[in-house]
Nanobody, 125 residues
Framework: QVQLRESGGGSVQAGGSLRLSCAASGRALGAFAMGWFRQPPGKEREFVAH????????QYADSVKGRFTISRDNLKGTMFLQMNSLKSEDTATYYC??????????????????WGQGTQVTISS
């Protein structure tokens, strides 16, 4: 079993940047494909980005493509989400998730066995 903990959330103005981190403990991060999801206020949780075990394959939701960058450091056991040019619609609770049954991430939430508790991101216009 792996425990995931997100950090780096906060409140910034539109156009600003934030860097989220997801730290894994209990098992090596390198055993998991990883993903970021978010849940805006009053809405369903949605896919943001995913990354393969090696880090070579990534995919983004259309809404964040070109603004967000997902990356990982398996030696440090941490995954990142660099968020630039933030918009008010990026306001959400952001979750990281781990998939131990595939080398590649997925945009489907059901593919992930482990989830963090979430970190709040608030963008003011």
């Amino acid at each position: 079993q792996v425990q995931l903990r997100e950090s780096g959330g906060g409140s910034v103005q539109a156009g600003g940047s934030l860097r989220l981190s997801c730290a894994a403990s209990g098992r090596a991060l390198g055993a998991f494909a990883m993903g970021w999801f978010r849940q805006p206020p009053g809405k369903e949780r949605e896919f943001v980005a995913h990354i393969s075990v090696s880090g070579a394959n990534v995919q983004y939701a259309d809404s964040v493509k070109g603004r967000f960058t997902i990356s990982r450091d398996n030696l440090k056991g941490t995954m990142f989400l660099q968020m630039n040019s933030l918009k008010s619609e990026d306001t959400a609770t952001y979750y990281c998730a781990a998939n131990e049954h595939s080398q590649y991430g997925s945009s489907w939430q059901g593919a992930y066995e482990y989830w963090g508790q979430g970190t709040q991101v608030t963008i003011s216009s």
